[in-house]
């Protein structure tokens, strides 16, 4: 395994970090770029030695990094942040290439990652004190739990890390950051940029394949694990962490409902409803997957929402809204979802879903009416496929959105806050907006009900979540 020495952050060769080193592996592999299907550079193949020595790094430097003050930690995350913006472009056209993004959409990923760091790197966790009676007080503390694992999906591989990082590191851990197979390039270019402002053995970087995660994840030299990616994979990770307690935070997929009541601005919610579910070619976890309109309006919202549909620009050229499927794998099954629909015979109002070029292109499609137990309801395709469903009855209606056994994000749409206040309270959902989708704040803790994962990421209750909590007693004789 050769090391190699740091210079100007160059974005062609890349590196695993391992106790402030670039090291490279033996074996290489790379991923496709989506757009054009040609080869990507090729990055590390980690091994178990690699991981062995990573870990033992991240143990080394963690008591030193616990002890260092808070503002000190703080200051060094506002560092890297500020040093990521400098670098936003070529960050922006690397995530283009690696991840499909459009080139407007990639720099709002970036712009994100780097509001993601500063947001919650300006949070404070401060000990409380509990005083029982005259003689008798009690100082809760969160202390760091040690050593932390970052995985990171490939559907937003540079905002998602940044919300991690920022996290574990200003609560007094150190993170190893298991980037993605799909998307591993941002990630090891973050963790290359950093180490100009963290100790050794802070803030690492692992490359690899499927192997990684597992070696990672029962390890008994890990001490939390923060995963985002699909139910099927968090389920996994929780059995591996099982074997050595190891903390976990899972913040899992979505099959998200949106209510759109009789009396909604149907001019206004149909461009935003369509974006918040194509976003991104429908690759969120927390996109709107479902829409249910009231019958009265249903007709006209699906005429509106689908002439919008068919105005939106795909590829990566500059102007472009949604850019292909990351990889072959979601490609397929997606295109399993689409297959699916033309068996069952449902009503595709935008018409062909074919892209005509290379690349792993879908067109944004709507489904018209299917039934409620139609895989295309009943599943998140994480892809660009959105079906209206009529509804009549509020009580109704509330069942049905809160039928999946996913439970991440929920939306009402209407112009009486009171009516939308009712409905929002009874969905089962760790987010429920009104009249907007997907409005994420680095403050605000962000959670999944039911299916959609254990514990929270962000806020305040995030950093909580990369510590343990030791309450203190002092007692005081009295005379």
């Known amino acids: 395994m050769a090391t190699i020495k740091f210079g100007a952050l160059g974005f062609d060769k890349f590196y695993n970090v391992i106790n402030g080193e670039l090291k490279e592996t033996a074996a290489t592999r790379h991923s496709i770029n989506p757009a054009t299907s040609d080869p990507n550079p090729e990055v590390p193949l980690s091994t178990p030695i690699d991981v062995e020595e990573a870990i033992a790094a991240a143990r080394a430097?963690?008591?030193?990094?616990?002890?260092?003050?808070?503002?000190?930690?703080?200051?060094?995350?506002?560092?890297?942040?500020?040093?990521?913006?400098?670098?936003?472009?070529?960050?922006?056209?690397?995530?283009?290439?690696?991840?499909?993004?459009?080139?407007?959409?990639?720099?709002?990923?970036?712009?994100?990652?780097?509001?993601?760091?500063?947001?919650?790197?300006?949070?404070?966790?401060?000990?409380?004190?509990?005083?029982?009676?005259?003689?008798?007080?009690?100082?809760?503390?969160?202390?760091?739990?040690?050593?932390?694992?970052?995985?990171?999906?490939?559907?937003?591989?540079?905002?998602?890390?940044?919300?991690?990082?920022?996290?574990?590191?200003?609560?007094?851990?150190?993170?190893?950051?298991?980037?993605?197979?799909?998307?591993?390039?941002?990630?090891?270019?973050?963790?290359?940029?950093?180490?100009?402002?963290?100790?050794?053995?802070?803030?690492?970087?692992?490359?690899?394949?499927?192997?990684?995660?597992?070696?990672?994840?029962?390890?008994?030299?890990?001490?939390?694990?923060?995963?985002?990616?699909?139910?099927?994979?968090?389920?996994?990770?929780?059995?591996?962490?099982?074997?050595?307690?190891?903390?976990?935070?899972?913040?899992?997929?979505?099959?998200?409902?949106?209510?759109?009541?009789?009396?909604?601005?149907?001019?206004?919610?149909?461009?935003?409803?369509?974006?918040?579910?194509?976003?991104?070619?429908?690759?969120?976890?927390?996109?709107?997957?479902?829409?249910?309109?009231?019958?009265?309006?249903?007709?006209?919202?699906?005429?509106?929402?689908?002439?919008?549909?068919?105005s939106i620009q795909v590829g990566v050229e500059k102007d472009a809204f949604m850019g292909p499927l990351q990889n072959k794998v979601q490609y397929d099954r997606v295109q399993e979802h689409l297959d699916d629909i033309k068996r069952q015979n449902y009503h595709v109002p935008t018409g062909n879903h074919d892209f005509q070029t290379v690349g792993y292109f879908i067109n944004p499609t709507i489904v018209d009416n299917p039934a409620d137990d139609s895989r295309i309801v009943q599943e998140e395709p994480f892809g660009p496929i959105l079906p209206l469903l009529s509804w009549s009855n509020e009580e109704e209606v509330i069942r049905r959105a809160n039928s999946s056994c996913m439970g991440l994000g929920a939306s009402v749409w209407s112009t009486d806050p009171g009516v939308a206040a009712r409905i929002a309270e009874h969905l089962e959902a760790g987010s429920v907006w009104i009249n907007s989708h997907l409005d994420i704040e680095p403050n605000i803790p962000f959670a999944g009900h039911k299916s959609s994962g254990i514990g929270c990421e962000w806020g305040v209750e995030g950093l909580k979540g990369f510590c343990n909590i030791k309450a203190i007693y002092f007692k005081q004789d009295m005379p």
């Open 61 to 310: 430097a963690f008591p030193g990094w616990a002890k260092t003050q808070w503002v000190a930690r703080r200051d060094a995350i506002l560092q890297f942040a500020g040093a990521l913006e400098k670098n936003t472009d070529d960050f922006a056209t690397l995530l283009t290439r690696e991840q499909g993004k459009p080139p407007q959409i990639a720099l709002g990923e970036i712009a994100n990652g780097i509001r993601w760091l500063r947001g919650i790197a300006n949070l404070d966790l401060p000990s409380e004190v509990v005083n029982k009676d005259a003689t008798t007080q009690i100082v809760i503390k969160y202390v760091p739990l040690g050593v932390s694992v970052a995985i990171v999906p490939w559907n937003y591989p540079v905002m998602l890390a940044c919300g991690k990082i920022a996290a574990s590191l200003l609560t007094g851990n150190s993170i190893i950051l298991k980037v993605s197979p799909f998307t591993p390039y941002c990630g090891l270019k973050m963790a290359e940029l950093a180490q100009s402002f963290f100790p050794a053995g802070v803030f690492q970087a692992l490359s690899g394949d499927d192997r990684l995660g597992p070696w990672l994840t029962s390890h008994p030299g890990i001490d939390k694990i923060s995963f985002t990616g699909s139910t099927a994979t968090g389920k996994k990770v929780m059995e591996s962490a099982s074997k050595n307690l190891t903390r976990v935070t899972l913040e899992l997929g979505g099959n998200d409902a949106a209510i759109v009541c009789s009396d909604a601005d149907i001019d206004s919610a149909v461009p935003k409803i369509a974006t918040l579910s194509f976003l991104n070619s429908g690759q969120i976890c927390v996109a709107i997957k479902r829409v249910y309109v009231h019958e009265s309006i249903y007709n006209e919202f699906r005429d509106k929402i689908v002439a919008y549909t068919r």
